[in-house]
């Protein structure tokens, strides 16, 4: 209760006024009930008229500052939305020259690739026209090797460790009348440029001699030594023609397919075409050359 008094009395400091004159004027002596009245009365109207108007007065200060309070807020956030329009508006205009750079590294990059394109095909024409040289440059090689080997035959099998032409020589001429049963007259008169042994290291790791090599001064006698050997069939002696390294690998593995082949009864032939050496068969003597496909 004395509580809700004294705000009552701060709401109303008009009654607090009227209370201390009427005080004091009792203690002055006046104390008639007219001028007793006379101080209710003006109490009242004070308290009526100031009343409504302090709280009224509150009220509006309080709007007023709620307002300004709003205001400031209001005038804060639009300040921040400003600054956040800024920023987006800066941020846009970072993204757009990234974009910017993006297309140009893009256009840079495509123009670029196509540059690199063609200059790679250039480089792969450059490459496939060398290869094709090469290629041509060895082919040629091998051409001019095999025309050089032409006059010239091998023969394995044939003993012996000669250190002189001479000795190797009548080695062969030996070996022409004995293994391959041609007339002595006819050896006698063989022309040879020249004949030696070649080192051989396929042989050597079989215990085999060292092949001979001879070179002809006649075409038709290298032909007729080696349709000669025929007569080395069933013997560990054979005749072949002289090829460039190249070919006689290639040779050597077609030879051990034809000896399979000659198992059922087949004929065989190997030959040299341009560069290459191919292996033929055919079942009979009125059959025609097959040319056998890896």
Known sequence: MSKSLENKKKKQPGIDKFVRNYQTRSKDGVSDDSEKNIVL?????????????????????????????????????????????????????????????????????????????????????????????????????????????????????????????????????????????????????????????????HCRDEGKPDPIIIKFGRWAEREQFLLAARNLKGTDKRIVTDLPTQLKKKRSDLAKIAFEMRKDNKWTRIKVVDVDIVLESKDNKESSWVRYED
């Open 41 to 201: 009365e003006k109490s009242r109207s004070t308290t009526m008229a100031a009343t409504p108007t302090t709280q009224f007065d509150e009220l509006k200060s309080l709007i007023i500052g709620l307002k300004t309070e709003m205001n400031v807020k209001i005038d804060g956030q639009q300040a921040g939305l400003v600054e956040i329009k800024q920023g987006m508006a800066e941020l846009l205009n970072k993204v757009d020259t990234f974009n910017k750079r993006m297309t140009d590294i893009e256009n840079t990059i495509s123009a670029n690739d196509v540059l690199v394109k063609q200059r790679f095909h250039e480089m792969q024409n450059k490459l496939n026209r060398a290869e094709s040289r090469i290629s041509q440059i060895e082919k040629e090689q091998i051409r001019n090797e095999i025309r050089d080997r032409k006059y010239n035959l091998m023969v394995y099998g044939i003993p012996g460790q000669e250190r002189y032409v001479t000795e190797t020589e009548k080695v062969i001429k030996t070996f022409a009348v004995e293994q391959l049963k041609l007339p002595l007259e006819e050896v006698t008169k063989l022309l040879f440029v020249h004949t030696h042994r070649v080192p051989n290291r």
